[in-house]
């Protein structure tokens, strides 16, 4: 039994009335990035927003100097001042249930993935900026972040066997008692497993770095770039998804990408945000940064694709999708 009569969450390309959006507010967390990172944020939630024509943009910032930046970068958003430790509201933020009158917020235990990050008011920051839009709040007792997870509305999820059953997470629950969990705490019904997320993401493998729901029973992935380090990653996730009867289709990958260290970093254009006017797809100066967008618009025929460039938030370890959470209409 579902421990609400709401039944699944909506998928993304749903109406929203709102999205949540963290600002980058530390700057011993973002060193040389942050100024880079701030104008990043800032021209997605413009695409977002398009001219208010598409979402209402919420941007979370973590103090008063941060929230100033951010009403200089972005006028036309509404500021919300509540203490995080980092800007991945995906992760920390609730999971909105249900539409119009019936929404709530659903929450769960956040360990700054897996005990790597323990920063201060990520823990709690889903309850506060939840309870500030006004919507009731309900905490499961158990670790999911919401980037783990892709679904499609229909009663379907995906996500990785590297990250929900990692034992930095919930040591101890096996794949049924998760998928137990997902139907009770989100109305899931059918839970798709993929195996490994893309290389050296320290979220352990988030979902929405490898496989997106685009429409009902339809699911894009990266199909790999020359010199693909995750190449053996996406064609198990493209057999494990056929083999759920799901319809697959392929978005090309950046490939490698290095940072400055020369470190391989999980790239991926599949962190797209699908928002009511525009759908808006990381790009990292790769030579399929043009065809990834171009693969998009056909996908979402009735947006906007469009690709900005997403550099200085990766340094952080995300993208565009990460540092969103939608809010149903």
Not at 150 to 156: A, I, K, P, Q, Y
Request: glycine content about 10%; hydrophobic content about 40%.
């Amino acid at each position: 039994m579902t421990s609400s009569n709401l039944g699944p969450p909506l998928p993304e390309w749903a109406p929203h009335q709102a999205v949540w959006i963290g600002f980058p507010s530390d700057p011993d967390l973002w060193l040389a990035d942050l100024k880079e990172a701030e104008r990043e944020v800032a021209a997605f939630a413009k695409a977002v927003h398009a001219d208010g024509k598409g979402d209402e943009i919420w941007l979370v910032a973590a103090h008063d100097d941060a929230a100033a930046k951010a009403r200089e970068l972005a006028p036309f958003a509404k500021v919300i001042v509540e203490k995080f430790g980092d800007i991945w509201l995906r992760d920390s933020g609730p999971i909105v249930m249900g539409a119009g009158n019936q929404r709530r917020a659903q929450g769960f235990r956040f360990n700054g993935w897996g005990n790597k990050y323990d920063l201060e008011g990520d823990q709690d920051v889903g309850e506060r900026i939840a309870r500030e839009a006004g919507l009731a709040y309900s905490q499961a007792n158990w670790v999911l972040e919401g980037g783990a997870i892709d679904h499609d509305g229909s009663g379907t999820v995906v996500t990785t066997e590297q990250c929900l059953l990692n034992p930095n997470r919930n040591a101890n629950l096996t794949h049924e008692e998760v998928e137990g969990r997902l139907e009770h705490d989100l109305g899931f019904e059918r839970v798709v497993w993929l195996g490994d997320g893309l290389m050296n993401d320290h979220t352990d493998g988030h979902v929405d770095n490898l496989a997106r729901f685009v429409a009902p029973g339809r699911v894009a992935i990266p199909t790999a770039a020359r010199d693909d380090p995750n190449d053996a990653i996406y064609r198990d996730a493209a057999k494990r998804l056929k083999a759920a009867k799901l319809d697959v289709v392929t978005l090309p990958s950046p490939g490698r990408v290095l940072s400055e260290d020369g470190d391989i970093i999980p790239a991926s254009y599949m962190n797209f945000y699908i928002g009511n006017a525009a759908v808006v797809v990381p790009q990292y100066g790769a030579e399929n940064d043009r065809a990834a967008v171009e693969v998009v618009q056909a996908l979402f025929p009735d947006r906007v694709a469009i690709g900005l460039r997403a550099d200085h938030i990766l340094t952080g370890g995300g993208s565009f999708h990460c540092i969103s959470q939608q809010v149903p209409a």
